[in-house]
Nanobody
Framework: QEQLVESGGGLVQAGGSLRLSCAASGSFFSIYAMGWYRQAPGKQRELVADIRSGGSTNYADSVKGRFTISRDNAKNTVYLQMNSLKPEDTGVYYC??????????????WGQGTRVTVSS
């Protein structure tokens, strides 16, 4: 049973920092990408950042220069270092793991979400 366990959310003042972690466990074929999405109240879930197995990264424009995604392949863990946080970063942050089998079919797994609140 694949499982994603997120941690690191909380309440922080604007300008502060938080570090999110997501540890994936279970029987994956080959993890292709790991990433973070967020959902603000009344809005759709959006990509924050993701990182491929080869190390390439992708960031939402709104977080470039402030957030850094990293990955420990040996531990199947992905991190999101969030600096210079803004109130608009508030939301529930979800970890997503994209697995790929030998036939190159993709399977997405999601964490339960961790709440980040940035006060002004």
């Amino acid at each position: 049973q694949e499982q994603l366990v997120e941690s690191g959310g909380g309440l922080v003042q604007a300008g502060g920092s938080l570090r999110l972690s997501c540890a994936a466990s279970g029987s994956f074929f080959s993890i292709y990408a790991m990433g973070w999405y967020r959902q603000a109240p009344g809005k759709q879930r959006e990509l924050v950042a993701d990182i491929r197995s080869g190390g390439s990264t992708n960031y939402a424009d709104s977080v470039k220069g402030r957030f850094t995604i990293s990955r420990d392949n040996a531990k199947n863990t992905v991190y999101l270092q969030m600096n210079s946080l803004k109130p608009e970063d508030t939301g529930v942050y979800y970890c997503r793991v994209r697995d790929r089998d030998l036939g190159l079919s993709l399977y997405d797994y999601w964490g339960q979400g961790t709440r980040v609140t940035v006060s002004s």
